[in-house]
């Protein structure tokens, strides 16, 4: 049988009834300016951090700092009912002091929508047994 002709159903992206149907909105509209002035300026406040950084303790000092927030941010629980909260990383990036929605906004996982986590199918994905995200998060 000819190789062309076969058809890969694992992994699929496009499969509505495992990850839900696929919304183009996300793909046509941009973002509102000022998320993205958000994010710009935030960049180039961790710049100049790094900057003050570099030229008060030394170039090893930034490398550190970056070490550890790469190895804080892999540490995750695995998929279940409790999330993973990131408490190293917000501590060592200075996050943990700051407010945002999320913390006077309502949760999102408290949402009617929210579909609850298949923690078989998201290890399955975390182990390299399945392919496909994690767990749809929202219907």
Request: hydrophobic share 30%; proline share 7%.
């Given at each position: ?14 499969d509505p ?123």
């Open positions: 049988m000819d190789s062309q002709k076969t058809i890969q159903l694992e992994g699929r992206r496009d009834l495992r990850y839900g149907i696929h919304g183009v909105k996300s793909d046509i509209i941009e973002p509102h300016p000022l998320e993205s002035a958000y994010h710009s300026s935030k960049a180039r406040q961790e710049e100049i951090k790094r900057k003050i950084l570099t030229n008060t303790y030394g170039a090893a000092f930034p490398m550190k700092l970056q070490l550890d927030r790469q190895i804080l941010s892999k540490f995750k629980r695995p998929p279940g009912a409790i999330p993973s909260s990131y408490l190293g990383l917000e501590a060592t990036t200075g996050t943990l002091d700051d407010i945002g929605f999320e913390d006077y906004l309502n949760d999102p996982r408290d949402s009617e929508s929210f579909r609850p986590i298949d923690m078989h199918h998201g290890m399955e994905v975390r182990l390299g047994l399945s392919k496909g995200p994690a767990h749809p998060t929202f219907m």
